[in-house]
T-cell receptor, first 108, second 113 residues
Framework: GQQVMQIPQYQHVQEGEDFTTYCNSSTTLSNIQWYKQRPGGHPVFLIQLVKSGEVKKQKRLTFQFGEAKKNSSLHITATQTTDVGTYFCAGGYQKVTFGIGTKLQVIP | ETGVTQTPRHLVMGMTNKKSLKCEQHLGHNAMYWYKQSAKKPLELMFVYSLEERVENNSVPSRFSPECPNSSHLFLHLHTLQPEDSALYLC????????????FGPGTRLTVT
């Protein structure tokens, strides 16, 4: 069945450092979605990428969709303590499958 | 976001109890989902309803029984649960099933004793 792998599972960074999480699929995806879950909260939609090679930015967050539509990345520039949480990618073709998530800790 | 609400927010139940989780969406969506979130595991999709019809059941044990009486409400009936069923149960909805973005409720933190 369709699998969506996400690495790393955990990441500790010093405030101000950059952070990247990667998402890989065993099959071609029609789209990729990214969600953020704050500690004690629920997943909240961040963005959706649809086109091969697509790059989108939201302030300090940069999202990329691979040319083959099998991988994606989320990069945060100059992390802040408000970036703490778990970042999930979710992709699929007929349906959406979630990755295990990357838990980000930011050390002030 | 208050588009998707879930009650109760916390639930402690014994293995012989019967309880129900409730989800309500105010977004006019036609697809609703139940997920289980346990520590160190991916979000596990349990059930999908589209236009009030169950379209997906991911090998969930029969002690979990979903019900979707209309497009705005979704229930998860629980009976004779096991301690390993303790988890955060998340409800979500979307406009169209499959690849649409999902809106999650706050979840019900379930503890089975």
């Amino acid at each position: 069945g369709q699998q969506v792998m996400q690495i790393p599972q955990y990441q500790h960074v010093q405030e101000g450092e950059d952070f990247t999480t990667y998402c890989n699929s065993s099959t071609t995806l029609s789209n990729i979605q990214w969600y953020k879950q704050r500690p004690g909260g629920h997943p909240v939609f961040l963005i959706q990428l649809v086109k091969s090679g697509e790059v989108k930015k939201q302030k300090r967050l940069t999202f990329q969709f691979g040319e083959a539509k099998k991988n994606s990345s989320l990069h945060i520039t100059a992390t802040q303590t408000t970036d703490v949480g778990t970042y999930f990618c979710a992709g699929g073709y007929q349906k959406v499958t979630f990755g295990i998530g990357t838990k980000l800790q930011v050390i002030p | 976001e208050t588009g998707v609400t879930q009650t109760p927010r916390h639930l402690v139940m014994g293995m012989t109890n019967k309880k129900s989780l409730k989800c309500e969406q105010h977004l006019g969506h036609n697809a609703m989902y139940w997920y289980k979130q346990s520590a160190k595991k991916p979000l596990e999709l349990m059930f999908v309803y589209s236009l009030e019809e169950r379209v997906e059941n991911n090998s969930v044990p029969s002690r979990f029984s979903p019900e979707c009486p209309n497009s705005s409400h979704l229930f998860l009936h629980l009976h004779t649960l096991q301690p390993e069923d303790s988890a955060l149960y998340l409800c979500a909805s979307s406009d169209g099933q499959g690849r649409s973005r999902q809106y999650f409720g706050p979840g019900t933190r379930l503890t089975v004793t």
